[in-house]
């Protein structure tokens, strides 16, 4: 039963198995460190961009920052390269969210993925629960 559970049998990164990220959580507070919270943004989607002009035609250049944010970080700008009398609208949906602690070359986890984490430790402790019965 030990063997079925190893996280190198999950089909995904060690690191992101959810006994990884128990023992990096666990071994930070031990450490007596402060998981850090920060928000970031999710990649671009061009789905999520409107851009509505009137007056005239052009290029539209965007620049969209994704990952963790800081003090006066820009996360999108669109420039519109037309005739100087075209107006431009511009409509969007950033997606946020919000994560805490850094681990090097992984990131940090995000507060939604912590119910999952819950979810594999029950089992595992439910899976093992005959044997100490």
Same mark, same amino acid.
């Given at each position: 039963?030990?063997?079925?559970?190893?996280?190198?049998?999950?089909?995904?990164?060690?690191?992101?198995?959810?006994?990884?990220?128990?023992?990096? !959580?666990?071994? %930070?507070?031990?450490?007596? !460190?402060?998981?850090?919270?920060?928000?970031?943004?999710?990649?671009?989607?061009?789905?999520?961009?409107? !851009?509505?002009? %009137?007056?005239?035609? *052009? !290029?539209?250049?965007?620049?969209?920052?994704?990952?963790?944010?800081?003090?006066?970080?820009?996360?999108?700008?669109?420039?519109?390269?037309?005739?100087?009398? %075209?107006?431009?609208?511009?409509?969007?949906?950033?997606?946020?969210?919000?994560?805490?602690?850094?681990?090097?070359?992984?990131?940090?986890?995000?507060?939604?993925?912590? *119910?999952?984490?819950?979810?594999?430790?029950?089992?595992?402790?439910?899976?093992?629960?005959?044997?100490?019965?």
């Amino acid at each position: 039963m030990i063997d079925e559970v190893q996280p190198y049998r999950g089909g995904y990164p060690v690191e992101w198995h959810a006994y990884a990220v128990l023992a990096w !959580l666990s071994n %930070t507070d031990k450490h007596q !460190l402060i998981h850090p919270g920060w928000t970031a943004t999710e990649e671009f989607d061009p789905a999520n961009l409107t !851009l509505t002009t %009137t007056g005239g035609e *052009g !290029l539209a250049d965007i620049t969209w920052h994704s990952g963790m944010l800081h003090n006066g970080t820009e996360i999108v700008r669109a420039r519109y390269i037309s005739d100087p009398d %075209t107006k431009v609208k511009m409509h969007t949906d950033i997606p946020v969210f919000i994560a805490f602690g850094h681990r090097a070359g992984v990131g940090g986890i995000r507060a939604e993925h912590l *119910g999952s984490l819950w979810v594999a430790v029950r089992d595992l402790i439910n899976d093992y629960r005959p044997a100490f019965s």
